[in-house]
């Protein structure tokens, strides 16, 4: 090994933190690294966002040829080429991947490194290359972008069982039989519909008395309701117990409401979180530290216990979204390369459960306002009161605000409906402006558009339907 290389930064992880913050750093006249263990972008271009929602794609095409006799229109038999579904999938991530780590190497003062970085010190790391070579580094600021990957429970009889995660099941080459599916969040609900449209009998087990334990109830039933019409299985308040296999069938024990019952499928999905890349980064060594689960420890501008060093992403906890990871890069661009003041008190989370229909989702839910004894009214709409939706004829699901009883401004919301996304967008722009709910409802948006729902949203809450 030899004398360690100085730079000004060093960025560890090239997500969606770690790769517009080297640039940015290095565009700033700082000498700067950039280590990546395996490939740039991170969890959402390689096995995240990107993969799923193409992968999600797929199903809704094969979604909507079956339902073609609805809109008038008569196909012939569906059929799913799984292999080809996978192809389309990885050229979109390598067109992703490709052209951020085309952009890297193109930056002056950014030096990109492929290997497994570890602390050796408060200011120094050890990067251990592919090929057996190791690397040592220093600079004044380190930046980690580390991000996390699928956590395994402790199922009895896993270990000896070929199970999938939300990675390995991306690369199936065909379609399984039976899909059976641990955890009722959002990986395996995404994973569970999409299976369901490829062909594929999915029953999904999960623990809690609800899918997506952190939406209202309302919202969580509806979701259920809408996979079961679509024809997935739900156990509810069913925990798995034990897992073994025979003549290439899983079997999967499970115990609900005092009784149990064995699940036998053809493959086998485990959905049941993520936990930290940390454990390898020898964070003692810089004074970094981590809570119990092994999530470091950041302040509102991101700085951990150690002077000089930085966590951004899915591995400091919280919301694990891209977007998150995305403004994270922006508070440190904002502090330490503008010169300016920025945190992360206050910022709104949206996200979107890519099932379909969409769940879109900002701010509190009803549960969260009701708990605190807050003044509220919550506005509700069904999407069959909505022109545009019953148009394409895709009325499932129903949309919620959450407005303050004396700001009248929007708390929160909730669009579980065709593009909820996008819809909870304009929500949630109403929202960082400061708009009482009023001015959505008296506002005049195009017709017909899924954005003039939000006039009879908040004109039912007046009327008090």
Known sequence: MTTPQQFDAIVIGSGQAGTPLCTALAEAGMRTALIEREHVGGT???????????????????YLARRGADYGVHTGDIRIDMERVRQRKRDIVNSFRNGSQGRIEKTAHLELMFGEASFTGAKSLLVRQKDGGQLALTAERIFINAGARPSVPALDGLKSVPFLDSTSIMELDTVPEHLLVVGGGYVGLEFGQMFRRF??????VQSAGQLLNREDPDIAEEVAKILRQDGVDILLNATANRVSQSDGSIRLEVQQQ????????????VATGRMPNSDTLNLAAAGVQTDDHGFIKVNGRLETTAKGVYALGDIKGGPAFTHISYDDFRIIRTNLIEKASATTDGRLVPYTVFIDPQLGRVGVTE??????????????LPMTSVARALEVDETRG???????????QILGAAVLGIEGGEVMSALEIAMMGKLPYTALRDGV?????LAESLNNLFMAMDSGK
Do not use: W
Not at 52 to 57: H, I, P
Not at 199 to 204: D, E, H, K, L, W
Not at 445 to 449: E, I
């Open 44 to 62: 959402c271009v390689n096995v995240g966002c990107t993969p799923t929602k193409t992968m999600v794609a797929s199903a809704r095409v094969a």
């Open 199 to 204: 062909g594929s009998r999915v029953t999904i």
């Open 367 to 380: 549960t969260e306002a009701r708990t605190q004894k807050r003044n509220i009214r919550v506005a509700k």
């Open 398 to 408: 129903f949309m919620k605000a959450i407005v303050d009883g004396e700001t009248n």
């Open 258 to 269: 005092g009784h149990s019952t064995a699940l036998a499928g053809s493959r086998l999905l």
């Open 445 to 449: 948006f195009a017709h017909p558009t």
